[in-house]
């Protein structure tokens, strides 16, 4: 059997988890993924795997086997691609993570431009809030806004997310506007949000001449999810603190109305994350760049597009 095929296999099965994940990522059936396994175990005469029926642990000598190849199977796409004209056409498919409110109102609608420059890239756009696991879900990157809690990772920040306070025309008619941040405590509703990795509560946060307050608000609903929160508000459900590029268009529209604009919201870092030990393909590149042009020419987001280690990953 191929001994390169087998390393790579096993370092699927390592990064997913379970066979069965792995050879879903690779598109072979599990017996073969299985049996390359074995033939790599019986080569080395050594224990890579502990298999159970329900998850796939590492040995102290297959961990310390797949670090070492790891590098090697990167050393090799490196000269691959060195080798091809994969730099100047990326091809292929690419699985990438996104928040739902970054894809709905901004990388979806501008997607018939990344396949005009790109037209050989298969995208596999996974829209949602979790937390991903890149290895495991064998992700090649993520975009997500917040904290960053894996220093394992690699993140590229390519935007700032400014955060202002919003409600719906019929819920100020009722309770009037706020003047103050400290009124929503005890005389407003609010709309909140909690971590969905967590389920701890983000406060609402308010800046003005070096002061700085957190808001938890007296709140009658909370939701883990940022479009969630917006529809709440646009119910009429109270205050929310949510993305100017989600509200500006709604309040243009008359649908919700910026209280509190006296006061600056929080800046919320939006990064595309990926693993360090991925080689970043052309297509890889090509997509990561392309976010942060695009992100750049977007009026409501201040761009960094300073590259750094993460020392968390985002929520």
């Known amino acids: 059997m191929d001994q390169i095929q087998s390393i790579r296999v096993f370092a699927r099965v390592v990064e997913a988890g379970t066979f069965t994940k792995a050879a879903e990522s690779l598109d072979l059936p599990k017996g073969t993924v299985t049996k390359l396994v074995q033939h790599l175990e019986a080569r080395l005469k050594v224990k890579l795997l502990n298999r159970t029926t329900r998850r796939v642990t590492v040995t102290p000598d297959g961990a310390a086997y797949y670090e ?11 000269i691959e691609a060195s080798m091809t004209n994969a730099q100047a056409k990326p091809s292929g498919r ?28 298969q995208l596999d756009l996974g829209v949602t809030d979790r937390s991903v696991d890149l290895m495991a879900d064998n992700v090649d990157c993520v975009i997500r806004a917040g904290e960053l809690w894996d220093q394992s990772l690699v993140a590229r920040r390519v935007a700032n997310v400014a955060m202002i306070a919003v409600a719906s025309p019929a819920y100020l008619e009722v309770h009037g506007e706020p003047a103050h941040p400290e009124q929503l405590e005890n005389e407003h509703t609010t709309v909140n949000q909690f971590s ?3 389920g701890r509560p983000y406060p609402a946060e308010f800046h ?5 307050l957190e808001i938890s608000g007296r709140y009658k609903i909370a939701l883990n999810e940022i479009n969630a929160v917006t529809t709440a508000a646009l119910e009429g459900l109270g205050v929310a603190q949510v993305p100017s590029f989600t509200a500006r268009p709604l309040i243009q529209r008359g649908e919700l109305v910026q209280v509190l604009s006296d006061w600056t919201g929080p800046t919320i870092p939006l990064y595309v994350v990926y693993p360090p030990n991925r080689h970043l393909s052309a297509k890889v590149r090509a997509f990561v760049e392309w976010v942060a042009e695009l992100l750049g020419s977007n009026p409501h987001l201040n761009i960094d597009g300073s590259m750094l280690h993460a020392k968390k990953l985002p929520r």
């Not at 690419?94 to 005009?116: M, W």
């Not at 003005?208 to 700085?212: L, R």
């Open 196 to 198: 969905t990795r967590t």
């Open 68 to 78: 070492r190849t790891a590098r090697v199977l990167n050393d090799l796409d490196d």
């Open 94 to 121: 690419l699985r990438v993570d996104v928040g739902t409110s970054v894809a709905r109102e901004i990388i979806i609608p501008a997607l018939a431009d990344f396949y005009r420059r790109y037209p050989d890239i």
């Open 208 to 212: 003005k001449d070096g002061q700085i």
